[in-house]
């Protein structure tokens, strides 16, 4: 957007952007094949269909004065998190790949003369390479990697590839960081080139040679007589330039989609590999929405982007065409009736149809619900001035948001082994929250998608290199009183760790390497993680006077506050709920309100949704039929909202002797869990899979405990103990507390609050949860 509010700029971004709303165009001199400039072409056929996607556009309306603005806004947060790169940074890249395009060119040439070919027929012998992904859509940023493909003659294998092609660029004196992964789901070569992160892989054609003129893979003959690894890594070009193709506004597209992939990974739902949605799985929903909207500005499609999918009826599928069935590849395409299992499928719009996002959990699948809600609130308040597109783009809390959780060590001694091993590893978490997710008693096992480098462990082991993911761990007790609270997590470990292992045992020196799985407390958390949290407000201290009290005219504020309160009118009804404890009991009113919209832009209603049943795939209910999704309403008396109490608690603990954890400095292992205040945990969603605030149940404390599993000592299933610990929960009394925008998955499982107990009468003490979890020594 201009500075003035006028019409949408033009180029976001191209192979040479700037950081402004100014675009600087230089001519580029590589092929079309690996060039950004051309996708703006790729809409200039004139048989283009004037209606795109499966359905017709919810609404057609021309953007308005404060769509504008809110867009010029929203470019400006984009620039201050430094997502666009400089006119040098893009020459740069483009440099990089035309000396790996000529690196290629080589290459393909000697293993032809290798293979018997005349010294003229092997120069004539080309292979190139293609781009996809980020870079190839035009929303790559500073350091982002650069996906590419190399395509070759059908005489060079992939064993070529990663035998005499590794051979050459490991020794490239601009290439480092050289990591080749054979065994992947699509094969691939990872690297470093000049400072740019570049993923390789490889794709075979049935051609003799590849034509210097060939600039795109969307011809699907190119499908043919081909091996399945091929047809995977020519997959994700065909996708990228068929998005492009079936988007109505290529720069209002590219402005979107760079704000979803930014809240997405602040917010810690950005992994294809860990069940989140990976770059293509984002541009697929929100080119969805771009044909939904063909015409409204990108701080529109924004908003429209958490709107519709807030009340999206998942396991319906996304669609931006119609699927292809049959043809070579048939078996192939997405069936929505053989792949009934997956949970959120977002499909690919390129023959064959694939879904994108097969890897999503239960577990994951709730996460990002909750944070399309979340979406949905804060950009109703942007376009009424009530937030920011910060506010939006906040960090998310992970790393409080659970009481217990498990982290996954990856130790190795050398650079080139630990690469290898992490990524092994991180490639079969899935299978490890599965695993969990499966377990009795369990209710959500989430990653974070970020590894760390540990080093504390690094402090006492500097001949190891040594990394850790994380995962939340959320449970589902029964708050009947005397129900079994026992969760044996020691199966779900035990599976995932002989899986490694079974990778491991194929290397040459498998006694390098080695993974620990350990329970950890919130309390517990390395100090190498407290970053990644969202920003605390800086605190106020108080001024002192020069006899050390606080200062006279803070006194006086303090008193003329505390007399307004006391004579200013209550206009709530509250209800106070108590819960029943040990020791005395404590309500905390908290006031809801329910927030306003104007819309300065299109809204769905009935009858537009009704537009998007008209095919199996893409079915959407208003929110006032999908209360499983759908914000509770308020109960009220009087015409005045009714407070929801809950309480905070004080834990004070009697400590029995078991095994010490390093971790702990010697002290008794012990896990407490503490109901979280409703300012930390209100939900707007209501399902099965979630703890509603008005469930009666009493606080509660947990004790956990279990021996370590090391993945080189650990041959067997056993049975872990358990040594229980005596807790009590005294409750204090605390302040009123203001809902706010949070994600549900930020419930305590031991958290339970009912608005129909009997305070006058006091509950039996429900039975201690003892909970077996791997833990560390």
Same mark, same amino acid.
């Given at each position: 957007?201009?500075?003035?509010?006028?019409?949408?700029?033009?180029?976001?971004?191209?192979?040479?952007?700037?950081?402004?709303?100014?675009?600087?165009?230089?001519?580029?001199?590589?092929?079309?094949?690996?060039?950004?400039?051309?996708?703006?072409?790729?809409?200039?056929?004139?048989?283009?269909?004037?209606?795109?996607?499966?359905?017709?556009?919810?609404?057609?309306?021309?953007?308005?004065?404060?769509?504008?603005?809110?867009?010029?806004?929203?470019?400006?947060?984009?620039?201050?998190?430094?997502?666009?790169?400089?006119?040098?940074?893009?020459?740069?890249?483009?440099?990089?790949?035309?000396?790996?395009?000529?690196?290629?060119?080589?290459?393909?040439?000697?293993?032809?003369?290798? !293979?018997?070919?005349?010294?003229?027929?092997?120069?004539?012998?080309?292979?190139?390479?293609?781009?996809?992904?980020?870079?190839?859509?035009?929303?790559? %940023?500073?350091?982002?990697?650069?996906?590419?493909?190399?395509?070759?003659?059908?005489?060079?294998?992939?064993?070529?590839?990663?035998?005499?092609?590794?051979?050459?660029?490991?020794?490239?004196?601009?290439?480092?960081?050289?990591?080749?992964?054979?065994?992947?789901?699509?094969?691939?070569?990872?690297?470093?080139?000049?400072?740019?992160?570049?993923?390789?892989?490889?794709? !075979?054609?049935?051609?003799?040679?590849?034509?210097?003129?060939?600039?795109?893979?969307?011809?699907?003959?190119?499908?043919?007589?081909?091996?399945?690894?091929?047809?995977?890594?020519?997959? %994700?070009?065909?996708?990228?330039?068929?998005?492009?193709?079936?988007?109505?506004?290529?720069?209002?597209? /590219?402005?979107?989609?760079?704000?979803? +992939?930014?809240?997405?990974?602040? /917010?810690?739902?950005?992994?294809?590999?860990?069940?989140?949605? %990976?770059?293509?799985?984002?541009?697929?929903?929100?080119?969805?929405?771009?044909?939904?909207?063909?015409?409204?500005?990108?701080?529109?499609?924004?908003?429209?982007?958490?709107?519709?999918?807030?009340?999206?009826?998942?396991?319906?599928?996304?669609?931006?065409?119609?699927?292809?069935?049959?043809?070579?590849?048939?078996?192939?395409?997405?069936?929505?009736?053989?792949?009934?299992?997956?949970?959120?499928?977002?499909?690919?719009?390129?023959?064959?149809?694939?879904?994108?996002?097969?890897?999503?959990?239960?577990?994951?699948?709730?996460?990002?619900?909750?944070?399309?809600?979340?979406?949905?609130?804060?950009?109703?308040?942007?376009?009424?001035?009530?937030?920011?597109?910060?506010?939006?783009?906040?960090?998310?809390?992970?790393?409080?948001?659970?009481?217990?959780?498990?982290? =996954?060590?990856?130790?190795?001694?050398?650079?080139?082994?630990?690469?290898?091993?992490?990524?092994?590893?991180?490639?079969?978490?899935?299978?490890?929250?599965?695993?969990?997710?499966?377990?009795?008693?369990?209710?959500?096992?989430?990653?974070?998608?970020?590894?760390?480098?540990?080093?504390?462990?690094?402090?006492? *082991?500097?001949?190891?290199?040594?990394?850790?993911?994380?995962?939340?761990?959320?449970?589902?007790?029964?708050?009947?009183?005397?129900?079994?609270?026992?969760?044996?997590?020691?199966?779900?470990?035990?599976?995932?760790?002989?899986?490694?292992?079974?990778?491991?045992?194929?290397?040459?020196?498998?006694?390098?390497?080695?993974?620990?799985?350990?329970?950890?407390?919130?309390?517990?958390?390395?100090?190498?993680?407290?970053?990644?949290?969202?920003?605390?407000?800086?605190?106020?201290?108080?001024? /002192?006077?020069?006899?050390?009290?606080?200062?006279?005219?803070?006194?006086?504020?303090?008193?003329?506050?505390?007399?307004?309160?006391?004579?200013?009118? !209550?206009?709530?009804?509250?209800?106070? *709920?108590?819960?029943?404890?040990?020791?005395?009991?404590?309500?905390?009113?908290? #006031?809801?309100?329910?927030?306003?919209?104007?819309?300065?832009?299109?809204?769905? *209603?009935?009858?537009?949704?009704? #537009?998007?049943?008209?095919?199996?795939?893409?079915?959407?209910?208003?929110?006032?039929?999908?209360?499983?999704?759908?914000?509770?309403?308020?109960?009220?008396?009087?015409?005045?909202?009714?407070?929801?109490?809950?309480?905070?608690?004080?834990?004070?603990?009697?400590?029995?002797?078991?095994?010490?954890?390093?971790?702990?400095? %010697?002290?008794?292992?012990?896990?407490?869990?503490?109901?979280?205040?409703?300012?930390?945990?209100?939900?707007?969603?209501?399902?099965?899979?979630?703890?509603?605030?008005?469930?009666?149940?009493?606080?509660?404390?947990?004790?956990?405990?279990?021996?370590?599993?090391?993945?080189?000592?650990?041959?067997?299933?056993?049975?872990?103990?358990?040594?229980?610990?005596?807790?009590?929960?005294? #409750?204090?009394?605390?302040?009123?507390?203001? +809902?706010?925008?949070?994600?549900?998955?930020?419930?305590?499982?031991?958290?339970?609050?009912?608005?129909?107990?009997?305070?006058?009468?006091?509950?039996?003490?429900?039975?201690?949860?003892?909970?077996? =979890?791997?833990?560390?020594?």
């Amino acid at each position: 957007m201009n500075k003035n509010g006028g019409s949408p700029v033009v180029n976001i971004t191209t192979s040479s952007t700037t950081t402004t709303s100014t675009t600087t165009t230089t001519k580029s001199q590589l092929p079309s094949s690996l060039s950004v400039n051309n996708l703006h072409t790729l809409q200039g056929s004139t048989d283009q269909p004037t209606i795109l996607g499966v359905t017709e556009p919810i609404s057609t309306a021309p953007p308005s004065s404060i769509d504008y603005k809110l867009s010029t806004e929203l470019e400006n947060t984009l620039i201050s998190f430094n997502l666009f790169e400089s006119p040098e940074e893009s020459r740069k890249r483009e440099e990089i790949l035309g000396k790996l395009n000529q690196i290629v060119r080589e290459w393909a040439k000697q293993v032809s003369l290798k !293979k018997g070919y005349p010294e003229q027929t092997a120069s004539e012998v080309v292979a190139k390479i293609f781009t996809f992904g980020s870079y190839r859509l035009g929303v790559h %940023g500073p350091g982002s990697d650069i996906d590419t493909l190399c395509v070759g003659p059908k005489h060079i294998m992939r064993t070529d590839f990663f035998d005499d092609l590794s051979d050459i660029l490991k020794v490239h004196p601009e290439i480092t960081e050289f990591t080749t992964v054979k065994d992947a789901f699509v094969p691939v070569i990872k690297m470093v080139f000049s400072g740019i992160p570049i993923d390789l892989i490889y794709a !075979k054609l049935a051609l003799t040679a590849i034509p210097e003129e060939l600039n795109d893979l969307i011809d699907e003959s190119f499908l043919k007589n081909i091996d399945e690894k091929s047809i995977l890594s020519l997959n %994700g070009c065909r996708v990228t330039d068929q998005i492009l193709k079936l988007v109505p506004n290529i720069p209002n597209f /590219r402005m979107a989609l760079r704000c979803i +992939k930014l809240w997405a990974i602040r /917010r810690g739902i950005y992994s294809n590999i860990l069940g989140f949605l %990976g770059g293509v799985s984002w541009a697929l929903l929100t080119a969805r929405i771009c044909q939904l909207y063909p015409n409204s500005a990108p701080s529109t499609i924004i908003h429209r982007f958490f709107k519709v999918y807030e009340i999206w009826k998942w396991p319906a599928p996304i669609l931006l065409c119609h699927i292809q069935e049959g043809g070579i590849l048939g078996p192939k395409v997405w069936n929505p009736k053989r792949d009934k299992a997956h949970l959120m499928p977002i499909i690919t719009p390129a023959y064959p149809s694939m879904n994108s996002t097969y890897n999503v959990s239960k577990s994951t699948l709730q996460l990002m619900k909750s944070e399309f809600v979340r979406g949905a609130e804060i950009t109703r308040k942007i376009e009424t001035g009530e937030c920011t597109w910060k506010n939006l783009l906040e960090k998310c809390d992970f790393f409080t948001r659970y009481s217990f959780y498990i982290e =996954i060590d990856c130790y190795s001694m050398n650079e080139e082994d630990h690469r290898k091993w992490e990524g092994w590893i991180e490639s079969k978490l899935r299978f490890l929250i599965s695993n969990l997710e499966s377990t009795p008693k369990m209710k959500f096992a989430v990653p974070y998608p970020k590894v760390f480098a540990n080093n504390l462990h690094k402090a006492n *082991n500097p001949d190891q290199i040594c990394t850790s993911f994380f995962m939340g761990l959320s449970f589902n007790f029964s708050n009947t009183p005397g129900a079994d609270k026992s969760v044996d997590l020691t199966k779900a470990v035990t599976e995932f760790t002989g899986t490694i292992k079974e990778w491991l045992r194929t290397q040459s020196n498998p006694d390098t390497m080695d993974i620990k799985v350990q329970y950890i407390k919130k309390k517990q958390l390395p100090a190498f993680v407290k970053d990644e949290g969202p920003e605390e407000p800086v605190k106020t201290t108080k001024k /002192r006077s020069s006899t050390g009290e606080p200062s006279i005219t803070r006194k006086k504020l303090k008193s003329e506050n505390s007399d307004n309160k006391l004579n200013s009118p !209550k206009s709530l009804v509250t209800t106070n *709920n108590t819960i029943p404890t040990a020791s005395t009991t404590t309500t905390v009113p908290t #006031t809801t309100s329910t927030p306003t919209s104007n819309l300065s832009s299109p809204t769905i *209603n009935s009858t537009e949704l009704s #537009t998007l049943t008209t095919t199996l795939n893409d079915s959407i209910s208003t929110p006032t039929t999908n209360s499983a999704q759908s914000p509770p309403a308020q109960p009220t008396e009087n015409g005045s909202p009714i407070s929801i109490p809950t309480a905070t608690t004080t834990i004070t603990t009697t400590n029995n002797t078991i095994s010490p954890d390093p971790n702990t400095n %010697g002290e008794s292992v012990t896990v407490v869990t503490t109901p979280p205040t409703l300012e930390s945990q209100p939900s707007t969603l209501k399902d099965s899979n979630e703890i509603s605030t008005n469930t009666p149940a009493p606080a509660e404390t947990t004790t956990i405990s279990s021996p370590s599993v090391n993945i080189n000592e650990l041959t067997s299933t056993s049975t872990l103990t358990t040594t229980e610990q005596q807790t009590s929960i005294v #409750t204090s009394t605390t302040a009123p507390i203001n +809902k706010t925008i949070v994600n549900t998955m930020e419930v305590n499982e031991l958290s339970f609050i009912s608005s129909s107990s009997e305070t006058s009468q006091s509950k039996p003490p429900p039975k201690k949860p003892t909970i077996s =979890i791997i833990r560390g020594n």
